[in-house]
């Protein structure tokens, strides 16, 4: 926390020390349109989500190809936290995801590492939260560790492609999203996230 000391001595900046008006008004707008192209974008992502999900939709379900669950067509490995005191932020050691926190709309940021990795997710893989959110994925294009609240899922080669599993995912989130339980924070189990059923064109 901090106390009412310490937001009194917080510096703001002033021209000249003296509280220019006039600069202020200026300041912010710019922020305000900043601000407002920010969410234009948000709105526009949203719309393009939708509409790349309606897309998948009407190519790939309900189109007489072959459902199977998720662990026949990849590989699916679990998250586990490494120990606390080997985190960093100096880039020693792997990148280490935790979870959704670092998601952006296609890869996750690294923001930590660690030098003692448990669980590793490999490059041309799939993110999935599998912890409040759940659902939401990232492509993954680094080896990393990841934590409880994630997995990783790769393709099995010759039965089924990195993009074409990504957007699967992307079109069932809600779904997935409704399978988590839990009274204190929604999660998937492994079985839960195996057993996710995706439809199964040929490769071609």
């Known amino acids: 926390y901090l106390s009412l000391y310490q937001y009194e001595k917080i510096p703001l ?28 974008r ?5 719309l393009l989500d939708e509409y790349l999900k309606s897309v998948f939709n009407e190519m790939f379900l309900n189109k007489g190809f072959k459902v199977k669950e998720l662990n026949e067509i990849s590989e699916i490995v679990m998250g586990q ?6 985190y960093n932020e100096e880039r ?3 990148p280490f995801f935790q979870g959704k926190a670092e998601f952006t709309d296609k890869y996750p940021v690294i923001k930590k ?14 993110l999935i939260s599998v912890r409040a959110p759940v659902g939401d ?8 560790c990841i934590g409880r609240g994630l997995a990783s899922i ?14 699967s995912l992307q079109s069932i989130k809600d779904k997935i999203g409704y399978l988590g339980s839990g009274s204190t ?5 492994s079985k839960q996230l195996a057993s996710l059923k995706i439809s199964a064109p040929p490769l071609e």
Do not use: H
């Open 113 to 126: 590492w660690t030098t003692k990795p448990s669980k590793l997710a490999l490059p041309n893989s799939i």
């Open 92 to 94: 020693k050691g792997t």
């Open 42 to 46: 948000k709105k526009t992502l949203e």
């Open 185 to 189: 924070f929604k999660a998937i189990n």
């Open 13 to 40: 900046p002033f021209i000249n020390g003296k509280p220019d008006l006039e600069t202020q008004k200026k300041i912010v707008v710019i922020l305000e349109k900043a601000e407002q192209l920010k969410e234009k």
């Open 81 to 86: 936290s490494p120990p606390g005191n080997s």
């Open 137 to 144: 994925v990232n492509l993954c294009n680094v080896k990393c």
């Open 154 to 167: 790769r393709p099995t080669k010759g039965v089924s492609t990195l993009q074409y599993l990504y957007f």
